[in-house]
């Protein structure tokens, strides 16, 4: 009736649905992006395949920079080490080991969390498996009792058998007499990094860079109390829970544990990077 040809309609009906679903694309990344604040173009390209999306990294990063999505690097942290005592140290034991079982390595490790008026400090336990945070504890001493709630915490969650490694750095923090009688009450493996070499205990350096990125550098913290509400809630819901690891095939560490357990598998030897979590 128009006088037009019956494709130009089929044109037009297909372009609009096009840039219905690139509106829609942006609308999604931008909702992940916004949510998890630090996600890479990687990271989010995954989320957007477990919500179903079918989309490669490259439309992701085309769309996040024209978006100004992309994560800027934030500032470095200060090192809570103090190895000037008179305690024993312990050999590395982990050095170019492969950890392939949950249970097998833990790693402990301490950072700081700048309030309004000072610091205070998060003590954590890492499984180095599956990178789950088992024990945490904060505080406004740097001290063993810091250290010890922690692994104390810990051990309740995991009921651990002997010969577990226990891996930490030199400080007197893990040194002193009565983290390493607990450690050994228990039955674990002690073991620690060389003097001056954070890199050795690069899974607990790496979750910290986490938490400053994705929780801390986003809150203005004034009290004790603030960070005692907050970093609990991102350690067990948010990075336990929900954040997805490039290093456990795009899994959360909860659900990277589950597989483990259910089906006695390695999920990175598997083929389960690309499984729908349900989060």
């Known amino acids: 009736m128009t006088g037009l040809p019956r494709s130009t309609f089929y044109y037009r009906a297909r372009n609009k649905a096009k840039l219905k679903s690139d509106s829609d694309l942006r609308d999604k990344i931008e909702t992940i992006a916004l ?16 919500q179903g999306w079918k989309v490669n990294h490259k439309r992701v990063l085309r769309i996040m920079r024209e978006e100004d999505l992309l994560v800027r690097p934030k500032r470095n942290w200060i090192k809570t080490t103090d190895s000037g005592h008179e305690y024993q140290t312990y050999p590395n034991l982990v050095k170019d080991r492969v950890v392939n079982a949950i249970n097998q390595v833990w790693v402990a490790d301490i950072t700081y969390i700048r ?22 504890a904060i505080s406004e001493g740097l001290d063993t009792s810091l250290t010890l709630q922690a692994l104390k915490m810990a051990i309740t ?3 651990p ?4 490694i226990h891996h930490s750095d030199q400080g007197v923090q893990y040194a002193a007499t009565g983290y390493v009688q607990k450690l050994q009450a228990y039955g674990f493996q002690i073991s620690m990094s060389r003097k001056g070499t954070p890199y050795d205990n690069a899974k607990a350096e790496s979750f910290f860079k986490t938490l400053k990125t994705e929780e801390v550098y986003l809150w203005e913290y004034e009290t004790l109390a603030d960070v005692q509400r907050r970093i609990p809630y991102f350690i067990q819901a948010v990075y336990n ?31 389960y990077s690309n499984l729908s979590v349900q989060t």
């Open 161 to 164: 058998i002997p010969g577990i």
């Open 35 to 50: 949510e998890w604040t630090k996600y890479g173009y990687r990271r989010i390209t995954h989320e957007l395949k477990q």
């Open 115 to 136: 309030i309004l008026l000072g610091f205070v400090y998060l003590a954590i336990i890492l499984d180095a498996y599956s990178r789950k945070v088992i024990g945490y």
């Open 241 to 271: 829970q929900k954040r997805l690891h490039s290093a456990l095939g795009y899994l959360p560490p909860e659900v990277f544990e589950q597989i483990v357990k259910e089906q006695k598998l390695n999920p990175l030897a598997s083929g």
């Open 157 to 159: 969650q995991r009921e």
